[in-house]
């Protein structure tokens, strides 16, 4: 069984299939779960400590059951969705 090749700093997920058997994608277009914060400074296009400046604010949520800070999918779409035109937090 061979193994998709993973970034660094994302944790893959299982793919799921809906009902009629299509592929049920994720919203950032990705099989990720979690993210790091350096890979959110990248999709972000800012740096490292811009992303804990938003951890600290409380506008991103992150999972400290491991060692390093990781950053939730729906986290990161519910910044996205409160930051953009029109949005509030």
Excluded: C, W
């Excluded at 779960?33 to 990248?42: D, F, G, Q, W």
């Excluded at 999709?43 to 604010?57: D, E, G, N, Q």
């Excluded at 800070?69 to 409160?82: G, L, V, Y």
Aim: aromatic letters at 4%; proline letters at 3%; hydrophobic letters at 35%.
């Amino acid at each position: 069984m061979s193994r998709r090749h993973v970034a660094p700093g994302v944790i893959p997920i299982r793919k799921q299939v809906s009902s009629n058997g299509s592929l049920v994608r994720n919203g950032l277009g990705q099989d990720t779960l979690l993210y790091s914060v350096p890979k959110v400074a990248e999709l972000f296009s800012i740096s490292k400590k811009s992303v804990h400046r938003l951890l600290k604010r409380g506008l991103l949520q992150s999972s400290n059951a491991l060692r390093h800070k990781m950053i939730t999918r729906a986290s990161i779409e519910k910044f996205m969705s409160n930051t953009s035109n029109g949005g509030t937090i």
